[in-house]
Antibody, heavy 121, light 108 residues
Framework: EVQLVESGGGLVKSGGSVRLSCAAS????????MSWVRQAPGKGLEWVSS????????YYADSVKGRFTISRDNAKSSLYLQMNSLRAEDTAVYYC??????????????WGQGTLVTVSS | SYVLTQPPSVSLAPGKTARITCGGNNLGGKNVHWYQQKPGQAPVVVIYYNSDRPSGIPERFSGSKSGNTATLTISRVEAGDEADYYCQVWDSSSDHRVFGGGTKLTVL
């Protein structure tokens, strides 16, 4: 059974940093592209960043580029999101999501339950 | 940046057919995925690659695309279908994944 479990969220001050983790199990982690998707309270889904299985391709949304860093440790089947220079508008539930296939336009076929990051001013 | 446009809300009575649209420039050349999100839960894919349905998703859910508009159709709507629905594509010009703004489906 595919499982994605996020952790690391919490209350952080504006300008601060936090590192999110996503522990994956139930599938060969290194073979799958992974992404972070966030959802601000009462708002829609926003894609944040993606990383290919071999770390060859990394992409960021314009809203986080230069402040967030996605990474993975295939030996530990774990995905990470280092979030720096946090702003109030980064307040959201952050979901870890698996891509269904190796193609760029693949769907997000499995999602974690999310971890809430609240940025206070 | 690429934009996907969805109606904010759709309301209808049980047993009716819901059609949720998703519009975007040159959408015909992109593959569209649809997600259902119920309150307090993570999204779940209900349609992928425009019209494919994952195992476990009822046949009442179908997807189509014509020109620059993709449509998620839910036949014989039930109270349990109440949720937010999002379309999503990959924008090759920016290598960004893009979500529509979401549509809240209310079953009256």
């Amino acid at each position: 059974e595919v499982q994605l479990v996020e952790s690391g969220g919490g209350l952080v001050k504006s300008g601060g940093s936090v590192r999110l983790s996503c522990a994956a199990s139930g599938f060969p982690f290194s073979l799958f592209t992974m992404s972070w998707v966030r959802q601000a309270p009462g708002k829609g889904l926003e894609w944040v960043s993606s990383i290919s299985g071999s770390n060859s391709y990394i992409y960021y949304a314009d809203s986080v580029k230069g402040r967030f860093t996605i990474s993975r440790d295939n030996a530990k089947s774990s995905l990470y999101l280092q979030m720096n220079s946090l702003r109030a508008e980064d307040t959201a539930v952050y979901y870890c999501a698996r891509h269904g296939e190796a193609s760029d336009d693949s769907t997000f076929d499995y999602w974690g339950q999310g971890t809430l990051v609240t940025v206070s001013s | 940046s690429y934009v996907l446009t969805q109606p904010p809300s759709v309301s209808l009575a049980p047993g009716k057919t819901a059609r949720i649209t998703c519009g975007g420039n040159n959408l015909g050349g992109k593959n569209v995925h649809w997600y259902q999100q119920k309150p307090g839960q993570a999204p779940v894919v209900v349609i992928y690659y425009n019209s494919d349905r994952p195992s476990g998703i009822p046949e009442r859910f179908s997807g189509s695309k014509s020109g620059n508009t993709a449509t998620l159709t839910i036949s014989r709507v039930e109270a349990g279908d109440e949720a937010d629905y999002y379309c999503q594509v990959w924008d090759s010009s920016s290598d960004h994944r893009v979500f529509g703004g979401g549509t809240k489906l209310t079953v009256l």
